[in-house]
């Protein structure tokens, strides 16, 4: 199982960026949950959203909700993360998961990364004037 993300990089202040989680040698269509975590310099990694395997539940932290947008396109095998009005608190490192048995919602954004079934390198975001 591979999870690759891409779609950092540098972006002032208010603007925007997409993030991709490209999946391989698996199908995120067959019933994968995937969430988006962020670990930034000198803090804890913490999940910040995820959506469910039918794509129907989306989750957001408090500190993303209403700029942020996760969404899943199977046919492409990929999920994205829609990140607008960047603040300089959002530059980390940003890594996708998968997992099969638990689904999107609380317990899925409080999980540590490495309990899932898979996850990515991390992208860097960083925003700064």
């Known amino acids: 199982l591979k999870l690759v993300e891409s779609g950092g990089g540098l972006v002032q202040p208010g603007g925007s960026l997409r993030l991709a989680c490209t999946a391989s040698?698996?199908?995120?269509?067959?019933?994968?949950?995937i969430g988006w975590f962020r670990q930034a310099p000198g803090k804890e990694r913490e999940g910040i959203t995820c959506?469910?395997?039918?794509?129907?539940?989306?989750k957001y932290a408090d500190s993303v909700k209403g700029r942020f947008t996760i969404s899943r396109d199977d046919a492409e095998n990929t999920v994205y993360l829609q990140m607008n009005n960047l603040k300089p608190e959002d530059t980390a490192v940003y890594y996708c998961?998968?997992?099969?048995?638990?689904?999107?919602?609380?317990?899925?954004?409080?999980?540590?990364?490495?309990?899932?079934?898979?996850w990515g390198q991390g992208t860097l975001v960083t925003v700064s004037s």
């Open positions: 998961a998968a997992d099969r048995t638990l689904d999107c919602g609380n317990s899925y954004l409080a999980i540590p990364i490495n309990h899932l079934d898979a």
């Open positions: 959506i469910s395997y039918t794509g129907r539940t989306t």
């Open positions: 040698g698996f199908t995120l269509e067959d019933s994968y949950a």
